[in-house]
């Protein structure tokens, strides 16, 4: 962050006699004798993080006066901003501390620098989740290129609310103060980024600097600061809609024009899912340096409108509340539209654009998932929708069961063949632990065969069954390619037993994917169990 810039612009403005636009500050509560910048507002305008520079609160002001930490306010029941407080450690580091986006919710950060288990490695940007015991270590995005790509002094960055999409403005030159704009998307593992692609030359301009990138919470308006021409003064925030899904077609951006753009320097522009109001930080009017500042948008400065999907994870069987991983896909098709977690409180909060159908699906090591469909397919104004969604137990690696609710009758298909073949009950699950397909495939090997054709002997023991062959993965890899892996495998179990004579009538395939584990996905044991060919009696 430009900390010297900030203080000269600060100079400068106080002797700026032209018409400045109609902020409404934030007061003293949130703003001091300091400079308050980078103002990050959550998406249900709730939670306001923002960076301090030069108090002596602050962590390495012994050692930098200019020194920067992350400090925030809350919305009140009144409607008025709490005591900014100062956050503590990880948040907090002895160098210059900024946050760059918090989830809609509040219990995710994004935080300047590269960290390890709370370790400081380089320059970067890392993750911290709101925990019992306040907020976790950080733990660093792990880019890839961005080292190699990135080699000015600035770098800065915002996540749009999905969670697995970044934007970054860095400069792929040394000693240039011209940045550009990139977006990175979260790759199929969870676990690392892909290279940083630039966005369209109408966005990053030659010669000119972008910087403070924000996407609102419909996925398509993105705000950014510039100094390219056309401004009302030195940096201005524009506007500008995507309009592929590539995210390298953009439209002409469009200045905000006098009500949100003064004669100085405006960046770090940030607006809640509502889309009624802009933060940013001003030096027009302020208390001391730059303050923070709110402005009503003008109905062509808005973003689309979005509903707000809140409310609680619990246990099931305690009811009580639970953290858990939650991702929300597209329906049909199961395309991953981004992810959020629950608490150890169980709140939770996601923003999704209309236009589409969603599935939420709550997730938790040891318990089923459960999944929420939402049709937003209709356009409508900004709403907030409660789920509370709820998780039962499953059993455990010693198959004991942890919940009676999940306690079905499950017997071995040779338990079956040699004891009660034609004793079968509605509901039954028959195991098999030898119907097996190469890696990621779905095709069947051939010693999986022995246990079909017992299937198949069930089958034409009892003429009038109907069974459902289900298939399943363990968690690892995506949820839309286990979906899918395990649709296949079942289809492919189905087509064999047809072949073995089996009317195609009394037989269902279904896939499951990830979502019904009958064990811990943290174990190879516990996996191995998970990635399983059942059959369920649905009609004796």
């Known amino acids: 962050m430009k900390k010297l810039l900030i203080l000269t612009l600060a100079s400068i403005s106080s002797m700026n006699v032209f018409a400045q636009p109609a902020y409404e500050n934030l007061g003293a509560k949130v703003n001091s004798p300091y400079s308050e910048i980078r103002p990050t507002i959550s998406a249900d305008g709730k939670y306001l993080y923002f960076v301090v520079e030069g108090n002596p609160k602050n962590t390495a002001y012994k050692t930098d006066k200019l020194a920067q930490d992350i400090w925030y306010t809350e919305l009140d029941e009144t409607g008025n901003w709490s005591q900014a407080q100062q956050a503590g450690a990880p948040v907090n580091t002895n160098k210059d501390n900024a946050i760059f986006w918090v989830s809609p919710d509040g219990n995710r950060i994004l935080i300047r620098g590269a960290f390890d288990n709370g370790k400081y490695v380089g320059r970067g940007f890392s993750f911290c989740n709101k925990t019992e015991f306040g907020w976790s270590n950080p733990q660093q995005l792990k880019i890839s290129g961005f080292k190699r790509m990135a080699v000015d002094a600035y770098i800065g960055a915002s996540m749009a609310n999905d969670g697995k999409t ?3 403005y860095f400069s792929e030159e040394k000693n240039s103060f011209l940045n550009d704009l990139y977006v990175s998307k979260l790759n199929e593992d969870t676990e690392t980024w892909s290279s940083p692609v630039k966005l369209g030359n109408n966005i990053s301009m030659d010669d000119y600097d972008e910087i403070s990138p924000f996407l609102s919470s419909d996925m398509t308006t993105l705000y950014f600061s510039s100094n390219r021409p056309g401004g009302k003064g030195d940096y201005d ?3 500008t809609k995507r309009l592929d899904d590539n995210w390298k077609t953009w439209s002409e951006p469009v200045n905000m024009g006098d009500s949100v753009n003064s004669m100085g320097w405006d960046a770090y522009f940030s607006v809640d899912a509502r889309g009624e109001y802009g933060y940013l930080s001003t030096t027009t009017k302020s208390t001391g340096g730059t303050d923070l500042v709110k402005i009503k948008l003008g109905e062509n400065q808005k973003p689309k409108n979005v509903a707000m999907i809140y409310g609680k ?5 305690t009811k009580e509340p639970m953290d858990a991983k939650l991702f929300y896909d597209l329906v049909p098709g199961e395309t991953s539209e981004g992810n959020a977690i629950a608490t150890p409180d169980g709140k939770y909060k996601v923003t999704l654009p209309y236009g589409k ?4 699906r709550a997730s938790a090591d040891k318990f089923f ?10 356009a409508d104004s900004y709403k907030e929708l409660h789920r509370d969604l709820y998780l039962y137990p499953v059993i455990d690696d010693n198959n004991e069961s942890k919940d009676s609710a999940y306690n079905e009758v499950r017997s071995d298909l040779d338990d079956v063949i040699n004891t009660n073949i034609d004793n079968l009950k509605v509901g039954q ?3 098999s632990k030898n119907i097996l397909f190469d890696f990621n495939k779905s095709i069947l090997r051939a010693d999986s065969y022995e246990e079909l054709e017992k299937v198949a002997k069930i089958m034409k023991a009892n003429p009038n069954l109907v069974i459902e062959v ?10 839309s390619q286990n979906l899918a892996l395990s649709e296949d495998r079942a289809y492919a179990a189905k087509q064999y037993l047809i072949s073995k004579g089996i009317n195609a009538e009394r037989l269902v395939s279904k896939g499951y994917g990830e979502t019904t584990p009958v064990a811990s996905n943290q174990t190879d044991g516990g996996r191995q169990l998970n990635r399983r060919v059942e059959f369920r009696i649905l009609k004796k």
Not at 369 to 378: C, M, Y
Not at 470 to 479: I, N
Request: proline share 0%; net charge negative.
């Open 237 to 239: 925030i524009w506007m």
């Open 166 to 168: 970044l934007f970054l």
């Open 313 to 317: 994870v619990y246990n099931g069987k």
């Open 369 to 378: 998932s459960v999944i929420d469909t939402l049709d937003l397919t209709a």
């Open 470 to 479: 289900s298939a399943h993965t363990d968690a690892v890899g995506s949820y």
């Open 357 to 360: 159908k969603y599935s939420i």
């Open 429 to 431: 699950i028959l195991t």
